[in-house]
């Protein structure tokens, strides 16, 4: 049986986070970890199709709580938030990694912002805010710190309170440049993107949503662009049809995970771009290729 490809070069220097080496076993969780992170580093390049072929490679017990949060993480991006929670839920039960343990938690309380369920989303919140409060500090710790100041943030405005900042990144006006939290240190440029879409939709900063835009991997090109055509008229340079154009072209160039197309087309993201390019659905679709930022709720797809 043929393995599916390993990502560019580029893109693990990219979108593997500095503390792991895949060329160095004993900095592994285990050897059957290499796998995993392939299938993440696709996802990130928006290949559903061939994360799942990676993960699907791995049958040690101990890192299926890790691959479940991971294919979870794909479906939320997606929209199907039930179907990520029907598969975490199993593997937080199954979760003895406390890291694991806490970013399913993370990820459940994403989950339940985009079901709208504000009560099981306050109480996730909760959780995981203690479960990851609870982790020694470490690379692994700080990157699901990034993760649930963006999942406060959804739901806050799920809740309809002020939406918090101060775990964002933010325009530093003397230096000219964005500026991450500390954590940031230890993310990707999947982390970097993913903060500064969430900085510029937060505190309405097209700078900040300009410099995501300039780094964002595929897997999330598509909100980037929606957060920029939804900007008030006084704060963008791009006219809102351009960057619904552009969004509509980076939602069309994901290739899914297999089976679930149509559950992907009728989600209101999809709805919204029923993407008519090549590697798309027609308009009556609105599933990605097979081969918003009205909110930051709408936008984030936390996880």
């Keep these: 049986m043929e393995l599916p490809p390993i990502p560019p070069s580029d893109a693990l220097a990219d979108l593997?986070?500095?503390?792991?080496?895949?060329?160095?076993?004993?900095?592994?969780?285990?050897?059957?970890?290499?796998?995993?992170?392939?299938?993440?580093?696709?996802?990130?390049?928006?290949?559903?199709?061939?994360?799942?072929?990676?993960?699907?490679?791995?049958?040690?017990?101990e890192l299926q709580p890790w691959i479940g949060a991971e294919r979870g993480r794909v479906l939320r991006e997606l929209g199907l938030h039930a179907r990520a929670e029907a598969l975490e839920w199993p593997a937080l039960l199954d979760a003895v990694d406390p890291v694991d343990a806490a970013m399913l938690r993370v990820s459940l309380a994403a989950d339940a912002v985009g079901l709208g369920d504000l009560d099981r989303a306050r109480r996730r919140l909760a959780a995981a805010t203690e479960a990851v409060a609870a982790l020694p500090d470490s690379p692994r710790a700080a990157r699901q710190r990034l993760r649930l100041a963006w999942v406060d943030v959804e739901v806050a405005a799920l809740e309809g309170r002020p939406l918090p900042t101060d775990r964002l990144p933010y325009f530093d006006e003397a230096s000219g440049e964005p500026q991450q939290p500390h954590d940031a240190l230890h993310g990707t440029r999947f982390h970097h993107a993913k903060g500064?879409?969430?900085?510029?939709?937060?505190?309405?900063?097209?700078?900040?949503?300009?410099?995501?835009?300039?780094?964002?991997?595929?897997?999330?090109?598509?909100?980037?662009?929606?957060?920029?055509?939804?900007?008030?008229?006084?704060?963008?340079?791009?006219?809102?049809?351009?960057?619904?154009?552009?969004?509509?072209?980076?939602?069309?160039?994901?290739?899914?995970?297999?089976?679930?197309?149509?559950?992907?087309?009728?989600?209101?993201?999809?709805?919204?771009?029923?993407?008519a390019v090549p590697g798309g659905a027609d308009a009556t679709g609105g599933a990605p290729g097979t081969g918003s930022a009205d909110s930051a709720r709408q936008t984030g797809r936390s996880g």
């Design 16 to 61: 593997l986070p500095g503390d792991v080496d895949l060329d160095d076993a004993g900095r592994l969780r285990h050897e059957a970890a290499r796998p995993v992170w392939y299938g993440m580093v696709w996802s990130r390049l928006g290949r559903g199709d061939l994360a799942w072929a990676h993960w699907d490679r791995v049958h040690l017990p």
């Design 196 to 275: 500064l879409l969430f900085g510029g939709v937060v505190r309405g900063d097209r700078r900040l949503l300009d410099a995501a835009a300039a780094i964002a991997p595929p897997v999330i090109a598509w909100a980037v662009h929606l957060a920029r055509a939804d900007l008030p008229a006084t704060s963008r340079d791009a006219e809102p049809a351009d960057e619904e154009a552009a969004a509509r072209a980076a939602w069309a160039a994901l290739v899914l995970p297999p089976g679930v197309d149509g559950e992907v087309a009728s989600t209101p993201v999809a709805r919204r771009l029923h993407p």
